[in-house]
């Protein structure tokens, strides 16, 4: 039987929920909690919107100073964990409904949209480095660099690689020097190197330096496509930059320009490929016998009238595919 009034609301107050109510039960608790004035508390529209506001906060300064996205991503989740738990401690404890769903949605879109931003910045900064880069180094050069740096890194100490080495130089350039007006020798030459460059790049090579008026390039030193496909390469390079010489030679004396004419020298053996130079500046190139006579080859050019000189070791992995004229 039911006892007195105030026994009986007592008793059903603090009775533990144990199982899903009935619909007596359910009238029951409402008059023990109308009898006793345990109603539920919730907050009003300005405390919802500054839990909403708060958890965006929260995660926009969370994203901020946390660079790490697996830091960020577990204080995300670990935000969330602790969220519920003051929910409904504060539920159990004092009867008081603290907004859940919003504050967590709106944490979790501002977290997403921070992670989009950061990732979004991140590519645009790569790319940005990617191109300032490629102004100064070979493409193939920063794709090793940015793509895969482990294996880079690898290969600063000094590896021994076989290559094949391009030297190409403009005839009588320090003599026109002398003569011609500076700015335009400076624009005649920036499109002359503009042009000789790409087809470096064009054939999977490698911009090592210029050497004044010199161009310097290496085919295996980053990425080898096989020695003999390095060296045919190097020479399809070497013809392809004859043939942009004789279009810029065209079109050079209706502005009043010289015509430029180049000897090209090109040879292949083992290198030493690494990093080299002082402490405060460093520069990725090859060294070695074979770098030597590269550039003794183009010397040559000058001493027998021709363009092109292959050495006989390239001259032996491009025979089946160019037609060589003879020896020196």
């Known amino acids: 039987m039911v006892g007195p009034a105030g026994n009986w609301s007592q008793d059903i107050h603090t009775t533990p929920y144990l199982s899903p109510m009935f619909g007596p039960e359910v009238h029951l608790h409402a008059m023990a909690a109308a009898l006793s004035g345990s109603f539920i508390g919730e907050m009003d529209s300005g ?23 697996l830091w960020r991503f577990g204080l995300s989740v670990l935000g969330i964990g602790l969220y519920f738990v003051v929910v409904k401690q504060v539920y159990d404890r004092s009867s008081y409904f603290l907004l859940f769903a919003a504050p967590i949605l709106s944490f979790g879109t501002c977290s997403v949209l921070c992670l989009v931003q950061g990732f979004a910045a ?9 191109s300032m880069l490629e102004r100064y180094v070979s493409q193939n050069f920063v794709r090793e660099i940015l793509d895969r740096p482990g294996e880079f890194e690898e290969s600063l100490g ?11 130089d403009i005839r ?41 008026d010199a161009v310097m390039a290496v085919w295996g ?29 065209q079109g050079w004396p209706a ?7 180049i000897g090209i020298g090109i040879n292949h053996g083992e290198v030493v490929v690494g990093n080299m130079g002082s402490p405060k500046r460093k520069e ?3 060294i070695g016998d074979a770098v030597n ?36």
Request: charge should be negative; glycine fraction near 6%; include cysteine.
């Open 221 to 249: 030193n980053v990425q080898s496509r096989e020695e003999r496909e390095d060296a045919a390469d190097a020479v399809k390079t070497a013809l392809e930059m004859l043939e942009e010489l004789k279009v810029l030679n």
């Open 158 to 168: 000094g590896t021994r690689k076989k290559c094949s080495m391009l030297f190409s």
């Open 255 to 261: 502005r009043s320009l010289p015509e430029l004419q």
């Open 47 to 69: 405390g919802h919107l500054a839990l909403i506001v708060g958890a965006a906060v929260l995660a926009f300064l969370m994203f901020a100073w946390l660079p790490s996205p």
């Open 284 to 286: 990725f190139t090859v």
């Open 122 to 130: 991140t590519l645009v900064e790569k790319i940005r480095t990617r």
């Open 172 to 212: 009588g350039f320090t003599t026109m020097t002398e003569s011609a007006d500076s700015q335009a020798l400076v624009v005649q030459l920036n499109e002359y190197l503009g042009r000789m460059v790409e087809c470096v790049f064009r054939n999977h090579g490698t911009l090592d330096k210029f050497i004044g």
């Open 293 to 328: 006579l590269a550039s003794r080859l183009e010397g040559v050019t000058k001493l027998y009238g021709l363009e092109l000189v292959l050495g006989e070791s390239v001259a032996e992995l491009v025979r089946d595919r160019f037609v060589c004229s003879g020896w020196i």
